[in-house]
């Protein structure tokens, strides 16, 4: 142990050492005015930044009280379209190469209005080396309630059911960051759609965004220094199989120098929820069917923020932020399951009640200086903690004999995680600009449960505490090597402990310790105006949730429990992506390898009572996928389509293995500007049948609609049907460890929601911060 860590600081020490330069572009922001030839403001518009030739928009957004304003634009010559109803085009070429600020008047358009009311819809989606930028104040998604419904539009990532994880195909789930700072999921459903410029899905982040980042979420928000108050409300009522309701409210005060913000939401969701398995053991003769449905489990959601951001100038500040969450299920569910045990056969009805309770909190501090015109230092603190109460009393019923309360069940499960962090950025020249960072995190988790075995007058206490320590240093360079060439190249490491220990043993149950190398390396070759190619190779790692690393358990039926693995491993990946960009259109492709790729499997070990569902660690998983994306707009109609053929292979030596055949994956949503204010849209996603080796699943053809309104510029509402064939149904069978398993998740996804939302001022104010924790998606 002692050996590692004298290796990682040499390593970090070597960083320092080598610490060199990489390519670092100048910013600028623009604003202006657009008036009338009155001198009057022009309230409703669009303002377009394209490039010099015009052959791709660079930024969009659109007036707000006459006024107009870009952020963080590169230095450059671009052409400048500004158009508004019953106005001439305006049109003017700018060169930016400091921050710029000017009045645009507009002249009366004396032929037909339709000319200038259909350029205004632009295609809110670009595609730039294999990236995806959804330009969030596009009228398609400026009247849209909440952040997660924007996601549900963008080609690749889908979202769950229960919005409460987004997923990226063939990827996993993505990092979120909000400028060059880290947020949760939960800070992100906490944005307003008014703050938020774009949001930009990166396919090969560099190792800045930790080892675990194999994509990156984005977040540039609109930032002033105005004074002022905003506010906006929102209601959704959801109608799938019971009704939920989502109350949010998030709002910010500025007073032209520091700025509050804070948000708060109350959800109330009629959760249902279904699934069927039947599986056997041959070797043990041994065949089991069950089906479970949660008619209508009341969950109750409070969620909140609140931060603080001071600036002492316009690189320093210091900010705050906290996030909470607490959780309220009542999860009672029915259950009836056939067992066979050689001749033996039972059919048992069970009704377990459940009082279920999460609570989540996090906290940081940031501080960032501008040591030097080239030099930046950041650095951070961060604490975290989630804890769930789970009590539950099982209820069986053996062959029509009547129920009886059978067991009683107390689990509590607490995790509590620090972490620092301190980020060092330094720009030699306008070509040159290099990052390095350190970060310290320590996570200390207990797992405890009391099983009271009425039948049996038995009683069983466990108490299971869990300690992982995770220190990392990356160092990155990348270089603008001329105008056609761009090269970034990083590595990253870590070293890593894990502890698990179970009360009244003399020795550990896990005791782990590691260190290892993340090289990531990306470059781009500009072939000629209209083309771009890009390769990428990385190593990532995806560590299991610390709560999957527990001794909790749920019970499924007396012959099947859920649980998590003590013994859960890490996912190591290898990537090699490629991307050809020509124009705004994409053509990708993205090669892997995975070990200890991680699945959940039913297992059954002699001799127990009682067979498990639990997540497990597979020997390796292959795979590749090819597609194309393709943006598109004329006048009212904009489309966004992407295409892939995806190969994927999972292999273990104690699993039957099937032949592994390629699948489809497809994308669009077309959407229409019908009138002022308002968007039509729909679309959906398909994949054909997957059989990826050991897993076969089943083909879903999932189709969603929506129409958005705007009122006034400050009312919005929305009507979304989602999942309108019903087809969010995931089927899968397999044979791993001499059980064969065949079932079906059933998902409640259609929907027909309702959304309001009213905004109250107009001013944003610039708010910093940063999460601190690298390990905070892994708490929950």
């Not at 050492?17 to 001198?39: C, H, P, R």
């Not at 109803?85 to 060169?95: A, D, E, V």
């Not at 994949?687 to 009122?711: D, H, P, Q």
Request: net charge negative.
């Amino acid at each position: 142990m002692f050996q590692n860590r004298t290796v990682l600081k040499q390593l970090s020490f070597l960083f320092f050492a080598l610490y060199i330069s990489s390519y670092g572009q100048q910013q600028f922001t623009f604003k202006g005015s657009v008036v009338d030839e009155n001198n009057q403001m022009v309230s409703i518009g669009d303002v377009l930044l394209f490039d010099s030739n015009k052959e791709n928009l660079i930024a969009y957004t659109s007036l707000v009280n006459g006024e107009f304003l870009f952020n963080e634009v590169n230095g450059g010559k671009y052409l400048l379209e500004v158009s508004a109803l019953g106005f001439k085009k305006y049109s003017k070429q700018i060169i930016l190469g400091e921050n710029l600020e000017f009045s645009i008047q507009l002249k009366d358009q004396l032929t037909e209005l339709e000319a200038v009311e259909v350029t205004a819809l632009k295609n809110p989606i670009t595609t730039a080396n294999g990236n995806l930028k959804i330009d969030v104040q596009n009228p398609v998604f400026a009247s849209v309630v909440d952040a997660m419904e924007v996601l549900s539009k963008v080609p690749n990532i889908q979202i769950s059911p229960d919005r409460e994880s987004i997923s990226v195909i063939s990827k996993g789930s993505p990092l979120i960051y909000l400028g060059n700072q880290r947020i949760s999921l939960d800070e992100f459903k906490g944005l307003s759609i008014e703050g938020i410029e774009s949001i930009e899905l990166i396919n090969n982040p560099s190792p800045k965004y930790e080892a675990e980042g194999q994509a990156v979420l984005l977040i540039h928000i609109k930032t002033s220094t105005d004074k002022g108050v905003t506010l906006s409300l929102g209601e959704t009522i959801s109608f799938r199989q019971n009704t939920n309701n989502y109350l949010s409210s998030n709002g910010s005060f500025s007073n032209g120098k520091w700025s509050v913000r804070g948000n708060l939401n109350y959800n109330v969701i009629g959760q249902w929820e279904s699934n069927t398995f039947e599986f056997a053991i041959p070797e043990e003769d041994i065949y089991s069917d069950y089906l479970v449905l949660i008619p209508n489990n009341k969950r109750v959601q409070i969620n909140g923020g609140l931060g603080f951001y001071y600036p002492f100038n316009d690189s320093d500040y210091v900010s705050f932020n906290t996030t909470m969450k607490h959780q309220m299920d009542d999860a009672d569910f029915e259950t009836n399951t056939f067992v066979r045990d050689g001749v033996e056969e039972n059919q048992i009805l069970s009704e377990p009640k459940n009082d279920n309770r999460r609570g989540y909190f996090s906290g940081n501090f940031n501080y960032n200086k501008k040591i030097d015109s080239d030099w930046n230092l950041f650095t951070g603190i961060q604490y975290s903690s989630f804890k769930q109460k789970l009590d539950t009393d099982i209820f069986n019923n053996y062959n029509n004999e009547g129920f009886s309360l059978d067991e009683s069940r107390y689990q509590e499960y607490k995790i509590g995680s620090f972490a620092a962090r301190g980020d060092v950025e330094h720009a030699i020249s306008d070509k040159l600009k290099s990052e390095f960072g350190v970060s310290w995190n320590e996570g200390r988790a207990n797992a405890h449960s009391n099983v009271q075995q009425l039948d049996a007058q038995n009683e069983v206490n466990a108490d299971y505490d869990y300690k992982e320590q995770l220190y990392a240093s990356y160092l990155n360079f990348s270089s603008n090597l001329n105008k056609k060439l761009e090269l970034n190249i990083g590595v990253r490491v870590e070293h890593n402990n894990v502890n698990g220990m179970l009360n009244n043993e003399t020795s550990p149950l896990v005791n782990r310790e590691s260190t290892r190398i993340f090289p990531k390396a990306g470059l781009n070759v500009k072939l000629d105006s209209t083309k771009t190619l890009s390769l990428n190779y990385s190593r990532n790692i995806v560590r299991p949730n610390f709560s999957q690393t527990s001794s909790v358990s749920v019970f499924i039926n007396p012959f099947l429990e859920a649980t998590n693995n003590i013994n859960l491993l890490p996912t190591i990946s290898h990537r090699i992506t490629s991307n050809l960009q020509w124009k705004n259109k994409s053509f990708f492709m993205d090669v892997y390898q995975k070990d200890n790729p991680s699945y959940y499997a039913i297992s059954y070990e002699t001799p127990d009572a009682t067979a498990t569902l639990s997540p497990t660690n597979l020997e390796k998983e292959s795979g590749f996928y090819a597609g194309v994306t393709l943006p598109f707009s004329y006048k009212i109609w904009t489309s966004t389509t992407s295409v892939s053929l995806n190969y994927n292979k999972i292999k273990d030596s104690s699993a039957i293995l099937a032949t592994a055949k390629p699948y489809v994956y497809a994308y669009t949503d077309q959407q229409f500007k019908v009138a002022t204010g308002t968007i039509v849209s729909f679309g959906g996603w398909m994949m054909t049948e997957r059989n990826e080796g050991i897993y076969t699943r089943n083909a879903m053809l999932v189709l969603n609609a929506s129409v958005t309104k705007t009122f006034f510029e400050k009312f919005q509402c929305a009507i979304r049907l989602n999942d309108i064939t019903k087809a969010m149904n995931f089927e899968e069978r397999y044979s791993i460890n001499g059980v064969e398993a065949n079932g079906t998740y059933f998902v409640d996804a259609r929907e027909i929601a309702v959304a309001v939302k009213y905004k109250f001022g107009n001013k944003t104010s610039k708010f910093k911060n940063k999460d601190v924790d690298e390990n905070l998606n892994r708490i929950n």
